[in-house]
């Protein structure tokens, strides 16, 4: 999933301190799953910035509204009416929600209520790490399943820096050695010799250092769906 | 891009003092000389006028431990108008492939004849923790690009270059991060990419060092490259400590109570350092030493003359 942290309820009303009409707007996908931006959440930013708006004597009209996936324009047909009339929305989702309600609504002011951190899963409860950096290519056969490019500091493809000690990496004395982690699976795969390869430098191209990445897909669009199999 | 030209070796090629002394067989001397945190370059020629008849070859830091500091290409070039012999450290972590590439074009052209390939201390622990880190290649793959570059005549991208980089290509390994198995697999890693000599973290564990020595020549890496093990004089025990909570530094304990018992501090860090250089030099396989006197430069000459490594060759 998306990874998100909420952003602090002050850093919202420092944007929307003279507005009167917000719709919070939830997304019931990632967000709710690292419990940042769904349901519950938009009832609770939502009650928050009610308070603040009493305590400025000048309350705010807030509408609240978690749709399916705000990362799908037609998900966002039940923000229509309530867009009308808002001064500015609080999206709760992910920076790709942030963008669509920006783009279908591009007369009123949109908001990122969370920071995105990344692609990521929950390891317990409270607890979400990062395990996916969205490169574009996908090396985690040779790397036993273990991401170097997300997982090591420096997202070496060669093995480990001199820095780890100890299985730990030298960024930070809580993070596993992303390498030596690798090196410890593929020896019990009976694999120790894809170490010894060589990786050439890596296509960044597909990564987010290139220009704004696009999955086309032309067996999948609608108007060519129709057309018989070749 | 063709990688991983293995390691052969071969006759001086590069016009590197460095690469003459040890292919010659000559237990060989390298320096270490940090670059200010300034724009003097006085300090590095001083330096560099006290170290290079003592060593074979001076090496400039690339902004070490991820602080600002004056670039390594230019501290390279004020050695070498001192006379000295630079050994240029790049670091993966501050600069893409298109700017390591052409940083090696120019240090060339401006007469450098040694470049040691490092990834570089992570941003995190240096003045600028929010710097973003690069690392576009790493340093395996930067090793083996220079070889490329030097050798096939060829950038990272297939076009030719007319006029290659001669240069002799180093890299480095810290025998003590272990598991041994791994660390030894990544400096052949590192010799198969090209790799001609190998400048080791700071030894201090001299036994640890012996075990790693022992698994390197077992697998016959101590022929295709040469091994300068890493000596750093410690200058007090508030020092020595300070060493071994740096990530990859091991120290005994026992050195840390032997600097703090001694009256005379310098002068027991400069038989500290002898001792280790006269106990590596005594393990198969070790073809010199790197002597890194962080801030305390003005003690290699004594250093070298004491393990009566001088004159150089």
């Known amino acids: ?28 996908e990632c967000v709710t799953v690292c419990q940042s931006g769904g349901r519950k959440e938009v009832s609770c930013v939502a009650q928050l910035l009610e308070i603040a708006g009493k305590k400025r004597g000048f309350p705010f009209e807030i509408a609240q509204v978690t749709v399916f996936r705000q990362c799908d324009n037609e998900c966002l047909v039940p923000l229509d009416a309530l867009m009308e009339k808002a001064d500015a929305c609080i999206s709760l989702g992910c920076g790709v929600g942030v963008q669509f309600i920006a783009e279908r609504y591009p007369t009123v002011m949109v908001i990122p209520g969370v920071d995105t951190v990344g692609g990521g899963g929950t390891v317990m409860s409270g607890v979400w790490e990062e395990r996916c950096a969205m490169c ?28 780890s000690v100890d299985g730990r990496c030298e960024a930070g004395t809580d993070l596993p050695c992303a390498w030596e982690m690798i090196y410890h699976r593929l020896k019990k795969q ?9 990786r050439p430098p890596k296509n960044w191209a597909h990564s987010g250092s290139g220009a704004m990445r696009k999955v086309i897909r032309e067996e999948v669009m609608p108007c060519l769906s129709a057309l018989p199999l070749k | ?68 500091r004056l670039c390594s290409l230019a501290a390279a070039v004020h050695v070498l108008n001192s006379g000295g012999e630079p050994v240029l450290q790049m ?114 564990d001299v036994e640890g060092f012996a075990r790693w020595m022992d698994t390197v020549c077992a697998a016959g890496w101590h022929k295709k490259t040469f091994i300068l093990a890493g000596v750093t004089p410690p200058r007090s025990a508030g020092a020595l400590r300070y060493m071994s909570r740096i990530p990859g530094m091991k120290v005994p304990e026992e050195l840390i109570r032997r600097m703090e018992k001694a009256s005379d501090k310098l002068r027991e860090g400069q038989r500290i350092a ?17 002597i890194m006197a962080i801030n305390w430069e003005e003690a290699v000459p004594e250093i070298v003359s004491m393990a009566g490594l001088y004159p150089r060759p």
């Open chain 1, 1 to 28: 999933m998306i990874l998100a942290r909420p952003k602090t309820v002050s850093s919202i009303l420092a944007l929307v301190g003279g507005m009167k009409s917000l719709v919070v707007a939830g997304c019931q």
């Open chain 2, 1 to 68: 891009m063709s990688i991983g030209p293995a390691a052969k070796v071969i006759e001086a090629r590069t016009g590197s003092r460095l690469e003459k002394v040890l292919r010659a067989g000559h237990f060989a001397v390298t320096a270490e000389i940090g670059p200010p945190k300034g724009a003097d370059g006085r300090r590095i020629q001083q330096l560099a006028a006290l170290v290079k008849d003592y060593s074979d070859a001076q090496n400039l830091t690339d902004n070490q431990t991820a602080v600002v």
């Open chain 2, 91 to 204: 670091t993966t972590r501050d600069r893409n492939r298109i700017a390591l590439q052409s940083d090696l074009l120019g240090a060339a052209s401006l007469g450098v004849r040694n470049v040691l390939c490092l990834s570089g201390d992570h941003q995190r622990f240096g003045n600028h923790p929010e710097a973003k880190g690069v690392f576009d290649l790493d340093s395996v793959q930067l090793t083996a690009t220079v070889r490329q570059m030097r050798e096939e005549r060829l950038f990272i991208c297939g076009e030719e270059i007319k006029a290659p980089p001669r240069v002799f290509v180093g890299a480095v390994e810290n025998p003590f991060a272990g598991p041994v198995e791994l660390r030894v697999l990544r400096l052949g890693k590192k010799v198969m990419a090209g790799a001609e000599f190998i400048q080791t973290q700071v030894v201090y």
């Open chain 2, 274 to 290: 002898l001792e280790i250089i006269n106990q590596v030099r005594a393990i198969a396989g070790v073809s010199g030493v790197h």
């Open chain 1, 136 to 163: 574009g290519e996908c090396i985690l056969a040779e790397t036993t399943g273990i991401c170097p490019v997300t997982r090591c500091a420096k997202g070496l493809l060669n093995g480990p820096c001199g820095g």
């Open chain 1, 190 to 198: 009976g694999r120790l010799d894809s170490l010894r390869r060589i």
